[in-house]
């Protein structure tokens, strides 16, 4: 194996969209992970996805306890089966990495920050 060595150092602190960011994409990992389980059979506790009467899965990403808004209106996603339901993980993930819910992100890491009285530092 070749290494591919780089001039560039860890920044100080990153910006606080990166850490939202990366916190959710940590979080959507870990759901992942629990949709794999429930595929084998497993029924972990704190999984995001559920089920609907006539076998519909929905899918709300949540940051805290709190679902975002995905799109006007929206605040999860329909998904046929538990396949289904990993790719549309992974679809998110990438999407939230390109930093297409930085606004909802933002919106509710200042609505968490006003339950415990702190101000956001940008």
């Known amino acids: 194996m070749e290494l591919k060595f780089a001039a560039t150092a860890?920044?100080?602190?990153?910006?606080?969209?990166?850490?939202?960011?990366q916190k959710l994409v940590r979080r959507i990992d870990q759901?992942?992970?629990?949709?794999?389980?429930?595929?084998?059979?497993?029924?972990?506790?704190?999984?995001?996805?559920?089920?609907d009467e006539a076998g519909t899965y929905f899918l709300p990403i949540k940051?805290?306890?709190?679902?975002?808004?995905?799109?006007?209106?929206m605040f999860s996603v329909q998904c046929t089966d538990?396949?289904?339901?990993?790719?549309?993980?992974?679809?998110i993930r990438?999407?939230?990495?390109?930093?297409?819910f930085d606004d909802q992100l933002t919106?509710?890491?200042?609505d968490i920050r006003k339950k415990f009285g702190k101000t956001e530092k940008t």
Not at 10 to 20: G, H, L, M, N, T
Not at 31 to 50: D, S, T
């Open 10 to 21: 860890r920044p100080e602190k990153a910006s606080a969209d990166v850490q939202r960011r």
């Open 31 to 51: 759901q992942i992970g629990y949709v794999r389980q429930m595929v084998e059979g497993k029924q972990p506790r704190a999984v995001w996805v559920w089920m």
């Open 63 to 73: 940051y805290g306890r709190q679902p975002i808004e995905l799109k006007k209106g």
């Open 82 to 91: 538990l396949d289904h339901v990993e790719g549309s993980l992974c679809t």
């Open 94 to 100: 990438a999407m939230v990495l390109q930093g297409d």
């Open 107 to 110: 919106k509710a890491s200042s």
